[in-house]
């Protein structure tokens, strides 16, 4: 089965600090980039984030299995390994 890519733009209130997380700790492979977004190797697929300054610095949680997890998200899932 070929890989379908996928574009998934997510908005960020700090490009710099998101900026490091994703490419310092995750260790995402960075693409293209302006001063309002960057672009990354997620997976094969594309992930960009985008600088929305105007976005609500209010945090929005669901329960899900005992914890609480953060709305927006989105994830991979990886073998244990």
Avoid: C
């Avoid at 700090?14 to 309002?36: A, M, P, Q």
């Avoid at 190797?41 to 609500?56: C, M, P, R, T, W």
């Amino acid at each position: 089965m070929s890989l379908k890519p996928f574009h998934l733009a997510i908005p960020v209130n700090d490009i710099e600090k998101s900026r490091n997380f994703y490419t310092k700790i995750l260790g995402f492979k960075e693409g293209r980039s302006d001063k309002n977004w960057v672009d990354y190797n997620f997976f094969g697929h594309q992930l960009v984030i985008h600088l929305d300054a105007k976005k609500s610095n209010n945090k929005n949680f669901n329960p899900v299995d005992g914890h609480d997890v953060p709305i927006p998200h989105f994830g991979v899932v990886l073998g244990w390994d």
